[in-house]
């Protein structure tokens, strides 16, 4: 499957990647160790500091049709 809504946010699994990197990288290199530690602050900190930096790029913008199945059935512009 595509996921729940049929895509991904690419921008947050690299963030995500870029935390549990940054956690592993304390386990891998002793003097480090504390990073690893402190792995839930260390990889939370790490991901949301390389998100916020990935937001401040361009927008991605998909404009690729939805299929008529998708539409939300609530929108106003949904067929009756």
Known sequence: ADGLYGRWNARAIVALVAGVGAALVGLAVPPLRWIYD???????????????????????VDLSPVPPGDADPHSPAAPP
């Open 38 to 60: 402190y792995a839930w602050f260390a990889g939370f900190g790490v991901a949301f500091l390389v998100y916020a930096a990935l937001l401040r790029g361009p927008p991605v």
